[in-house]
């Protein structure tokens, strides 16, 4: 018996719409975090999380759970809804491009609608 292969939903061409956000809140940490430093946190809470884990999810190739939200959420100190916000999105359609997810990113919080 196979088994059916189940896909996660895309959204703005992502498997999330937290990657950004969560990429922008850690890059707005002073120091700034790094993805590794991320996933330590992430792993402190209990969560197995890996530098490639945090490097997939911010780009958009990997799925969050809402076990690993809330984690994200309370480690970089901003809540669920922050994380959610599609304002990134909805406010600049070439930042679906995940090649450019870098270059749209320092774009987007430099921009006044995204705060």
Do not use: W
Not at 52 to 67: F, L, M, P, S, W
Request: proline share 3%; aromatic share 6%.
């Amino acid at each position: 018996m196979s088994r059916k292969k189940i896909h996660a939903p895309v959204k703005y061409g992502r498997l999330n719409i937290a990657g950004l956000n969560i990429k922008k809140f850690r890059c707005q940490k002073i120091p700034t975090l790094s993805q590794n430093g991320l996933a330590a946190l992430v792993q402190l809470e209990g969560i197995p999380m890996t530098k490639n884990t945090v490097q997939r999810i911010e780009a958009g190739a990997g799925a969050v759970n809402d076990i690993q939200l809330k984690v994200f959420a309370k480690v970089l100190s901003v809540s669920i809804e922050e994380l959610l916000d599609e304002s990134l999105y909805q406010n600049n359609p070439e930042i679906y491009d995940n090649k450019k997810d870098a270059q749209n990113l320092a774009v987007a919080i430099k921009k006044s609608s995204y705060k």
